[in-house]
């Protein structure tokens, strides 16, 4: 079996060099860009010594005359002006970003795919290595930390704390903007991406695997959850394989023709125009993650991560849902050998009165394993089983909990294995 | 007929109104006429109220509760001793606290034997592992739920009866009657038992020929309650 070499991965992003970068980029980049993809392809290849590249700009075209040309005519701004931007600097003052990340290389994390379609121009590529990194991180400090959740309550947790919606606030938390169009002549520290710009050829995908069953005029096919761990994609979605053709302007009108009415316009466009940004944002933070790890190393990026993404709030328990809690609870407890369970009145008032209140606990045995209150006895003895259900999905070792990663640096303490849980009790769908 | 005299109650925050004797006398001419007219018999009883300052601050002052006294602030009050107060306000127990029994064998709050040890003198908390108190109390209570525990006394042969049963005439062996003939839910008897669909079509029929003569308050209850359920199981009530 083939390894990955991940640390490889990343070896033609550090092009940007600060030093090597500055002087000669503003030629070699508009050679560059009206070079042909194919060529585009072979240059990456020969760069794994970013020297090369700069030798064939220097033959070909510092020969040239250092004619005016028009920035508006460039699909992103140059890189040699990310050096003049205040708000890409204040941007890297305000992340505590490392010195080692060129402003160049942050200038580049904020150009989408739909504003300039030049791989090496665009953040794809740093996004994709970005987006590895942060769903690993969420994914394994989620199943250390709560090793009994569910799969759909894994897939929704990690949607929750790394999907589109929730980087989106990241990237806003941050102080970053979008210009109003892509172009040559925006200011750099600015995201660009745009709405109107046909799909691009290469857009940032998941891992997963293409299901022709998925296409939309196919309905009803099975999708069990051990399916959608093995083919689709981190957050459990079937992944995307609307063809590159279509444009963003046509899904949008498509939206619209659907429903048979106006588009419904919100403060922040229509909810598709809200989608493209949405994904654009997090495009973004990932690919500020991929810049930290091609920079910085693997430490650096975890603790990015940590930092920025993991220290954020989320309910857990808010995400569960129960078709029929009670039947769940005794099924555990017949799989785990405890005693069936009884739901016992523990105190009640106003019995007879408008609003009473019972308070109901779940006993195995002589052990309680939930107590709520609730106005009827039949809404207590629900609730008070799906308590139950909650406290043993949500159980946790603690939260200074050690996670596989922890053990990549060096002199790490030895490893403890962590708990691995039967899996789940009862599973819908 | 003779009327019944009935005596208002005196107003309670006032204790001068129903004590004086000269307000007593004036206070029957704004009743009814037939209050007037007759004697007051009664006399007014004095009750206490807190009316001063004093009284309201001493009333106010109650004893802390006795989780927040420490052993030795009984024996001596001037010795302050350095302990944990534990006594947090009554509400809904969080889901984040696993209850012991579901802790796994290897977790070290098992071994460690928590409850026993740090919460036994706790007055709010009573973990139900520690035996001595429980084990009498717990089976005291009441339950809730189905009255009786589950049976597993149904052989496949009953259920094919009753399978016959149900094919046979299915107005006559309803899901209701056949749980009560066989002793078991009508849960069980949904599950083994499936009617034709005429007879499901025609149940559904009577249902909506039910509900059609609801009127709109009677709709909405029912909308309402099976809206309050779905939510009570999404977790949101």
Redesign the interface.
């Given at each position: 079996m083939k390894r990955l070499r991940v640390d490889r991965l990343t070896g033609h992003l550090l092009v940007a060099r600060p030093r090597s970068c500055c002087s000669p980029a503003s030629p070699a980049a508009v050679a560059l860009r009206s070079a042909r993809p194919d060529h585009c392809i072979r240059s990456i290849r020969a760069q794994s010594t970013a020297a090369a590249a700069q030798q064939v700009s220097e033959v070909d075209y510092l020969s040239e005359s250092k004619s005016a040309f028009d920035p508006t005519e460039l699909p992103s701004p140059l890189p040699n002006r990310a050096l003049q931007s205040a708000k890409l600097a204040a941007l890297h003052a305000r992340l505590s970003l490392s010195p080692k990340i060129p402003l160049q290389a942050l200038a580049r994390t904020l150009v989408d795919a739909s504003a300039d379609e030049h791989p090496q121009f665009n953040n794809t590529n740093l996004a994709f290595v970005g987006q590895t990194i942060i769903n690993y991180h969420v994914a394994e400090w989620l199943m250390c930390r709560y090793p009994r959740l569910p799969m759909p309550i894994i897939w929704e947790a990690v949607k929750a704390y790394c999907g589109p919606a929730a980087l989106f606030q990241v990237a806003r938390s941050w102080g970053v903007e979008h210009a109003a169009a892509p172009g040559g002549e925006v200011d750099p520290g600015l995201l660009q991406f745009s709405v109107h710009n046909p799909k691009p050829a290469v857009t940032l995908v998941g891992l997963g695997y293409k299901r022709v069953e998925a296409e939309p005029d196919k309905r009803h096919w099975r999708r069990g959850i051990s399916n959608r761990v093995v083919f689709d994609d981190d957050f459990g979605n079937a992944v995307d394989i609307t063809p590159n053709t279509e444009t963003r302007l046509d899904l949008m009108q498509e939206d619209t023709s659907d429903q048979q009415t106006e588009p419904v316009y919100t403060s922040y466009g229509t909810h598709r125009t809200r989608e493209i940004a949405e994904e654009a944002h997090a495009t973004f933070v990932r690919a500020v993650v991929g810049a930290i790890y091609a920079h910085c190393g693997r430490e650096s990026a975890k603790a990015f991560v940590k930092a920025h993404i993991l220290s954020r709030t989320l309910d857990l328990?808010?995400l569960?849902?129960?078709?029929k809690?009670?039947v769940e609870l005794a099924t555990l407890c017949a799989r785990e050998d405890?005693d069936?369970p009884?739901?016992?009145?523990?105190s009640e008032t106003g019995r007879l009165s408008r609003t009473p209140v019972?308070v109901?606990?779940i006993?195995?045995g002589?052990?309680?394993?939930?107590?709520?209150?609730?106005p009827s006895?039949?809404?207590?003895?629900?609730?008070a089983a799906?308590?139950?259900l909650?406290?043993?999905y949500?159980?946790?070792?603690g939260d200074k909990v050690r996670v596989p990663s922890d053990m990549l640096v060096e002199g790490a303490a030895k490893w403890e294995p962590a708990?691995i849980d039967l899996g789940e009790i009862v599973t819908s769908h | 007929m003779e009327v019944q005299l009935t005596r208002r109650p005196v107003a309670s925050c006032c204790r001068r109104l129903a004590s004086s004797p000269l307000l007593g006398h004036r206070r029957p001419t704004i009743l009814s006429p037939a209050t007037a007219a007759a004697p007051s018999t009664t006399t007014p009883t004095q009750t206490r109220h807190k009316a001063t300052a004093s009284r309201t601050k001493r009333a106010l002052n109650i004893a802390p509760h006795k989780s927040f006294l420490s052993p030795s602030s009984s024996n001596t009050t001037s010795q302050k001793s350095t302990h944990v107060i534990f006594n947090p306000p009554s509400a809904?127990?969080s889901?984040?606290?696993?209850?012991?029994?579901?802790?796994?064998k290897?977790?070290p709050r098992r071994r460690a034997n928590l409850p026993a040890n740090l919460f036994a003198s706790s007055s709010t908390i009573q973990f139900?592992?520690t035996?001595t108190t429980?084990?009498a109390s717990?089976t005291a209570?009441?339950?809730?739920?189905p009255a009786s525990?589950?049976k597993y006394h149904l052989t496949p042969e009953d259920v094919q009866q009753m399978r016959e049963l149900r094919a046979a005439d299915p107005v006559r062996n309803s899901v209701a009657s056949l749980a009560n003939r066989f002793g078991c839910s009508k849960l069980f008897v949904i599950f083994c038992c499936q009617s034709s669909p005429q007879h499901r079509d025609k149940i559904r029929e009577a249902i909506a020929a039910e509900q059609a003569r609801w009127g709109p308050r009677k709709m909405a209850a029912f909308q309402e309650r099976a809206r309050r359920?779905q939510m009570?199981?999404?977790?949101e009530?």
């Open positions: 328990a808010r569960f849902r129960f078709a809690p009670t405890f069936a009884v739901a016992r009145l523990l019972f109901v606990g006993y195995s002589k052990d309680k394993l939930g107590e709520a209150a609730g006895l039949d809404a207590a003895r629900l609730k799906i308590n139950a909650k406290a043993w949500l159980y946790s070792p708990h | 809904a127990p889901v984040y606290h696993t209850p012991f029994k579901f802790l796994p290897t977790d139900s592992s035996p429980t084990s717990v209570l009441p339950t809730v739920g525990p589950k359920r009570l199981l999404d977790g009530l």
